[in-house]
């Protein structure tokens, strides 16, 4: 049974940092896509960043650099840092998982299995 669950969420000011964590268990097949989304009333979740098991990762944030997402392979725990915060961040942030079975990772969220619960981030200006 893949769990998955968030933590790391707050409220900070324009400018500050955050770094999400997500703890994954049950990952009993090795070829997997994990994702950070995010998600604002009346709106679609966005993937904001994702990462695999070989580490392959995709961020997206305009180019701004401002996301990176990393993994501890040794308890599966995927990181979201999340630098230089806007209002426009406030979101709730999810991680999501499934596995490949042949199929790249992508950034749909409906194609996406697990989920975790959830973790609000408010960045007010």
């Known amino acids: 049974q893949v769990k998955l669950v968030e933590s790391g969420g707050g409220s900070v000011q324009a400018g500050e940092s955050l770094r999400l964590s997500c703890a994954a268990s049950g990952h009993t097949y090795s070829h997997y896509c994990i994702a950070w989304f995010r998600q604002v009333p009346g709106e679609e979740r966005e993937r904001v960043a994702g990462i695999d098991d070989d580490d392959s990762k995709t961020v997206e944030d305009s180019g701004t650099g401002r996301f990176s997402i990393s993994k501890d392979n040794a308890n599966i725990t995927v990181y979201l840092q999340m630098n230089s915060l806007d209002p426009e961040d406030t979101a709730m942030y999810y991680c999501?998982?499934?596995?490949?079975?042949?199929?790249?990772?992508?950034?749909?969220?409906?194609?996406?299995?697990?989920w975790g619960q959830g973790t609000q981030v408010t960045v007010s200006s």
């Open positions: 999501a998982s499934r596995f490949k079975f042949g199929r790249p990772c992508d950034y749909l969220w409906r194609d996406y299995v697990y």
